[in-house]
């Protein structure tokens, strides 16, 4: 298993992940995403809605606010319950969370706290010029709470009938206590999940298809099933909703911790909201003539997590290079062998030497002509084998290079990221072969 530290030095070298704020010293638990990292995250995402909404009859997507109604967070228990144990040290006053500290303080070796209080990870903020309670608000820690106030609209508007989900991906905040192993736990953060309503009786059926499903997209997309592990939690570990949940558990460089997870929440959520806000939420099957709180089986995923996973389970050190040129046998490279899926950079254009203007007005115009179709990149700096072990290390599927015989045949080298093969392939069918390459390359 790669070092966590490798990982790190990797996003911020080549553009991937940086620290927020990193001239003022940074701020702990929030992190930005570089060129790369942004077009990996996107990548994931868009999937992601392909595969669960797109894809599918069943489920429509939705774009809540960050910022709702108060009273939201009340009847959805966040107010009350949405806490963690805090202790302090005695010696040096740094806090922790109780659970994460096992015997003595992290920064001072002593071994003396106070007892554990309850903290609140909500953070709040103010709606409107006068700070006081009546315009105290917070900011989402979940997006699950806008599709259960939404709920009613969305199944009324489009005629939806049970089973049906209503997704949504979206920023979210947590005021953690300890943060840390990168950005596995933030503090700013971004969600996919839906939830998916059912008939009560139906619950476990959909629970049991839904974890399976979950599973798969991971799979799909190249995590290593070695990798992977599913956790039930034990009754007295269950969240004040849930009848059922199960962790899908990754083998991060720091432990086997939680990835995504499903959620059977009964029909905790929908009573809630219609009794708080006087609304009456149950849904009226026309069938059967009857009215019912559906059950809610949720799916979820930290997008974040998941890119540090994906970041985690591709990343491959190579001794000495596997071209052996002079200039590699004593480096170590990196290969990072995404799926194309989630590729920042579908295809790379490389001139064979910088110092040939023509070389260079051939690969601008293929460039020109692909980067319309594919995330491309234009590099023409340093020796050809060394651009090569770049595009590897940021997980370029593949590479195209024009030489002296392009010019002639008007003819380019595609070069694949994991298998090394070259093949010579005409600049008007390029387009054609590419698309190919990379449906080919997709895990569906």
């Not at 259960?148 to 997704?167: M, Q």
């Not at 170590?332 to 110092?355: C, D, F, G, Q």
């Not at 023409?380 to 593949?398: A, L, N």
Request: charged share 30%; net charge neutral.
């Amino acid at each position: 298993m790669v070092e966590l530290n490798k990982i790190v030095s990797l996003c911020k070298r080549r553009g991937f992940i940086f620290p927020s704020s990193e001239i003022y010293g940074g701020i702990g638990g929030i992190w930005d995403y570089g060129p790369l990292g942004v077009e990996l995250k996107r990548n994931l995402i868009n999937f992601w809605w392909k595969r669960f909404v797109q894809e599918r009859d069943d489920i429509v997507g939705i774009g809540g606010s960050i910022l709702m109604n108060p009273s939201v967070w009340k009847a959805s228990g966040h107010l009350d319950r949405f806490t963690d144990p805090l202790i302090e040290c005695k010696k040096c006053h740094s806090r922790f969370r109780a659970d994460f500290v096992e015997g003595e303080c992290p920064n001072c070796g002593s071994r003396e706290f106070t007892e554990p209080k309850q903290f609140n990870l909500l953070f709040k903020t103010y709606v409107g010029p006068v700070e006081d309670e009546s315009s105290k608000t917070y900011l989402r820690p979940e997006t699950a709470q806008s599709m259960f106030v939404d709920f009613k609209l969305v199944s009324e508007s489009f005629r939806l009938k049970i089973p049906f989900g209503i997704a949504q991906v979206g920023r979210c905040f947590r005021n953690e206590i300890t943060i840390g192993n990168f950005t596995f736990r933030s503090r700013e953060f971004d969600l996919a999940e839906f939830e998916y309503f059912v008939k009560p009786k139906e619950d476990e059926k959909w629970f049991d298809y839904w974890l399976s499903c979950w599973k798969r997209f991971f799979l799909d997309l190249g995590i290593k099933e070695k990798n992977i592990n599913l956790r039930e939690h034990k009754k007295e570990e269950l969240a004040h909703y849930s009848k059922r949940t199960v962790d899908l558990e990754y083998k991060f460089p720091f432990g086997v911790c939680e990835l995504a997870g499903v959620a059977n929440r009964t029909d905790y959520d929908l009573k809630r909201h219609s009794e708080f806000s006087g609304k009456d939420l149950m849904y009226y099957d026309s069938e059967t003539k009857e009215s019912y709180f559906p059950y809610v089986i949720e799916p979820t995923m930290g997008i974040d997590r998941a890119v540090l996973a994906f970041l985690v389970d591709a990343y491959e050190e190579i001794k000495g290079g596997r071209t052996k040129t002079t200039e590699s046998t004593k480096e170590t490279e990196i290969v990072l062998r995404l799926n194309p899926v989630l590729s920042p950079i579908k295809v790379a254009i490389l001139p064979l030497l910088k110092n040939k203007a023509k070389l260079r007005e051939k690969a601008k115009e293929v460039y020109n002509l692909l980067k319309s179709y594919f995330s491309c990149y234009y590099d023409e700096v340093g020796s050809i084998g060394r651009r090569y072990r770049r595009q590897d290390e940021i997980g370029t599927p593949f590479c195209i290079t024009i030489d002296f015989e392009s010019l002639e045949k008007n003819d380019v080298t595609i070069r694949d990221r994991d298998t090394m093969k070259q093949k010579r392939v005409r600049i008007e069918e390029l387009k054609d072969v590419l698309e190919e390459k990379l449906r080919n390359s997709f895990y569906y």
